[in-house]
């Protein structure tokens, strides 16, 4: 998907495989697979300090796009995973702000990750037989809840 298409990730609102298969099949985008899946992560996330001091950007491993976070989502429909938008990174107090909300994953299991943090596996391990390999890391990483 180009990221004119990118489906805007709204705080509050949750998606499941479902809704995800309905707008890959209305439009008629291919379905990817464990070997086609290549993440693509946001680099302009930023921590807003306060005034005075710049914007920090926020480490784009945590900040997985939202088709990438969907095409996630159908690779993994078995554990029902269900996206939703938070900041990519939980901090406790401070005058400090998030510049924008990023994917996140809860399965079936109750585990909740940052879905950049999933798609790490795929990183370095795409393509035959690399997706499988980063298919089965995931799934290591999901069952320890």
């Not at 998907?1 to 439009?27: L, P, Y």
């Not at 807003?48 to 976070?69: D, E, H, K, R």
């Not at 078995?78 to 939980?90: H, M, N, Q, R, S």
């Not at 909740?112 to 995931?138: C, F, I, K, L, M």
Request: aromatic letters at 10%; hydrophobic letters at 35%; one cysteine or more.
């Amino acid at each position: 998907m180009s990221q004119g298409k990118e489906v805007a990730v709204q705080q509050g609102k949750r998606i499941s495989v479902q809704q995800v298969r309905d707008i890959f099949e209305a439009g008629d985008l291919p379905m990817p697979t464990a070997v086609t899946y290549r993440p693509d992560f946001w680099d302009n996330i930023y921590v807003v300090n306060p005034p005075g001091f710049p914007p920090t950007q926020i480490n784009p491993t945590y900040c997985l796009s939202v088709t990438s976070a969907m095409e996630l989502m159908l690779i993994l429909a078995d554990l029902e995973p269900i996206g939703y938008a938070a900041p990519p990174l939980t901090y406790t107090g401070g005058p400090y702000s998030i510049s924008s909300d990023v994917p996140w994953l809860e399965f079936n299991n109750g585990a909740v990750r940052n879905a950049g943090q999933v798609a790490q596996y795929w990183v370095n391990n795409n393509g035959d037989p690399g997706g499988h390999t980063a298919e089965s890391r995931a799934r290591q990483d999901i069952a320890w809840g």
